[in-house]
Structure formats: C-alpha cells, structure tokens
Nanobody, 123 residues
Framework: QVHLIESGGGLVTAGGSLRLSCVAS????????MAWFRQAPGKEREFVSG????????SYAESVKGQFTISRDNARNAVYLQMDRLKPEDTAVYSC????????????????WGQGTQVTVSS
C-alpha cells in the first residue's frame, strides 16, 4: 500500500513558479513509477509528467515540456514538480499517482492517488 499526500499548490500570477511535493508512505516507494496528473474544471484528467523508480527516465506532456521539471528523492519518499512560467491554462487540481511498473499516461493504470492540490494561475 502507498499513501500519497500532495502539497505546494496555491495562487500565483502568470509567469510565476510553484513547486509541488508529493510524499508517500510505505517502504516500497522506490519501486514505484510516479506521475503528476491535473484536472481542470470541466475537463478530463490529463497526464503532466512521470518519473521512473530510479529517476533515470522522465516523461512530459507536450504542453509542459521545458516549463515543468519532475524529480524524486527516494530517501525522502518524495516526488516533486517544479512549475515555472505558469500560465492561466495551467490552473487545475494537481494529483500525484504511483504504479509498480513503467510510466504510463493513462490515469486508470495507476494504483495509488493522492487527494490533489489546487493550483490557480491568475492573469
């Protein structure tokens, strides 16, 4: 079992930055691929970024490439999402997710989810 808790969301003006954190419980965190998804009002949940268990492999949605950076610290059971040059269209609830296999972009393939943290970008 993996329990995930996100933090770091908030209100920021366009062009600003936020760093999201996701801390996991459980001894096997380092064996899980981790990902960040987001869901804006009235829209489907979408993949933002993922990172392999070792951190050696990362993946990004085209819409955030060069803007967001994912990282993880297995010693702290944590995964991070550094979000720079934020835009109003980045406004969403951001959730982290875990799966015991390779990174996937389909939400249904993830076994564990956090509650989410709200990110609001004002223009």
């Amino acid at each position: 079992q993996v329990h995930l808790i996100e933090s770091g969301g908030g209100l920021v003006t366009a062009g600003g930055s936020l760093r999201l954190s996701c801390v996991a419980s459980g001894r096997t965190f380092s064996s899980y691929s981790m990902a960040w998804f987001r869901q804006a009002p009235g829209k489907e949940r979408e993949f933002v970024s993922g990172i392999s268990w070792s951190g050696a492999s990362t993946s990004y949605a085209e819409s955030v490439k060069g803007q967001f950076t994912i990282s993880r610290d297995n010693a702290r059971n944590a995964v991070y999402l550094q979000m720079d040059r934020l835009k109003p269209e980045d406004t969403a609830v951001y959730s982290c997710a875990a799966r015991s296999a390779s990174i996937q972009v389909v939400p249904a393939l993830y076994n564990y989810w956090g509650q989410g943290t709200q990110v609001t970008v004002s223009s």
